[in-house]
């Protein structure tokens, strides 16, 4: 009777780790992208607006991040791009063609908004993207400036028009980066309290106030407050870009519960780097707080259908040009190998810091590190270059169809014959493989990636 008692717990214990086992693995992915050889470009921090506006700002405000690590000192010189930074850029993607024959897209993870605090609250807060008219819109007490154009120091003549000539052309493709990448509340109080280094960022035409590099604009735990953020957001972008956004990265990794069913609930379906998230309600400070963390994140994936992306891969030089250095080019190499030998795609992060600086020697470095990293992935590797929304499509359904500029692609990476999504026509089978389809005239002229 005893071993019969003893047997039945072994086997019900056997059964309960398989069953955690099993809740616990992640999801099961309909293609092998390791396979495939694909590479996902993320480039957080474009659009609205920077450090600072310009060295000017940027010499006067030099103490505004007390502690920089000196290897970060080029965040010194960070502000926002130019249209001849993205023009370079553009080129720099365009003249490289993967295995596909497509020229290298990078996916611009963008900031959307920004207070208009240094700019006259007027009509100029009403604009959208080439002039169009839009709203004045208000959160949380602060008049924002849309994306577009820039207010004051920070006007970057042909900005748009760059970025969007960018678009058309398949190399630039806009994701969500949070609305204005700072605490809106945080910085309020700042300014009714006449924080000294409020005042002063003000004078230099930016935006900063004591702290403001340990607070970030999600992470409340404020369920109504994520609504509302994720929903503006989401409204300017598509104000901004004629389409609704796919993808997300919160500013500064730090979001929660609240704000991943605020972004499900405003069509968000990708979530990037949720590996590096900082959650305020469990802080990885100890085994407990890991281990909570841990939770978390397995909870957030059962509950909110939304495609997690890890980021195994860092191209961030930091100024360097060496292909040796730390985080550069080569290191890069061999985390995109070693990605595809897990089956996973090779997520790149490659932060705006790197390729747009107001220290000329920065990006240009960051471009030789990017050009040098393209460069043998095409030639030696035979890599494929998509974005979040193909990587969520091809892993929960062995398929994909996105356009990209001028182009609708297609692609089957379900290992035999598959069923397109409708852009074909209903039941289209496609053998697997990728296949690269002319747009309409009519729609060659959207802006829309989907």
């Known amino acids: 009777m005893k071993r019969r008692r003893v047997v039945l717990l072994g086997a019900l214990a056997v059964w309960g780790l398989l069953g955690l086992g099993h809740a616990l693995a992640p999801p099961h992915r309909r293609a092998d992208l390791g396979r495939w050889k694909v590479v996902v470009l993320q480039s957080d921090d474009w659009g609205l607006e920077g450090w600072f506006p310009d060295l000017q700002a940027a010499a006067a405000l030099a103490g505004m991040v007390p502690g920089l690590a000196p290897r970060l000192a080029p965040y010194r010189t960070s502000s926002l791009e130019t249209a001849a930074d993205v023009e370079s850029l553009c080129t720099l993607l365009a003249a490289r063609s993967d295995a596909d024959g497509l020229p290298v897209v990078l996916q611009a993870n963008t900031v959307v908004a920004a207070p208009a605090v240094f700019a006259a609250q007027d009509s100029a807060t009403r604009w959208c993207a080439g002039g169009r008219p839009g709203r004045e819109v208000r959160v949380e007490g602060f008049v924002l400036h849309q994306g577009g154009s820039a207010p004051g120091r920070y006007h970057r003549a042909g900005l748009a028009a760059a970025v969007d000539s960018a678009i058309a052309r398949g190399v ?70 004629g389409r609704a956004p796919v993808s997300v990265i919160a500013p500064d990794y730090v979001w929660g519960h ?95 810091v790197q390729l747009s600086n107001l220290e000329p020697a920065v990006a240009v470095a960051g471009r030789l590190q990017l050009a040098r990293f393209l460069d043998v992935l095409i030639a030696h590797d035979g890599a494929r270059f998509l974005v979040d929304e193909e990587v969520a499509q091809l892993w929960t359904t062995g398929v994909s169809a996105v356009r990209r500029g001028r182009c609708l692609v297609v692609r089957n990476y379900s290992g035999g014959l598959a069923c397109a999504p409708g852009t074909l026509g209903a039941g289209a089978a496609i053998q697997p493989g990728t296949r690269v389809l002319p747009l309409p005239a009519a729609e060659e002229n959207s802006r829309s990636v989907r």
């Open 172 to 241: 630039w493709v806009p994701q969500l980066h949070g609305l204005t990448h700072f605490d809106l509340p945080a910085y309020a109080r700042a300014l009714r309290e006449h924080d000294p280094l409020a005042e002063q960022a003000l004078a230099q035409g930016t935006l900063a106030y004591r702290g403001w590099a340990q607070q970030a604009e999600l992470g409340s735990a404020d369920p109504v407050r994520a609504q509302a953020l994720a929903r503006v957001s989401v409204e300017l972008f598509i104000c901004r870009f």
């Open 258 to 352: 609240d704000d991943e069913r605020a972004w499900r609930a405003a069509g968000l379906r990708v979530v990037q780097a949720k590996e590096e998230q900082f959650d305020p309600a469990h802080p990885p400070t100890s085994l407990r707080g890991r281990a909570r963390k841990a939770l978390a994140r397995w909870w957030d994936a059962r509950h909110f259908s939304l495609v997690y992306l890890r980021r195994p891969v860092r191209l961030e030089p930091y100024g360097n040009p060496d292909p040796a250095a730390p985080e550069g080019a080569l290191a890069a190499l061999r985390q995109v190998r070693a990605a595809w030998s897990r089956r996973e795609p090779a997520i790149v992060a490659i932060h705006r």
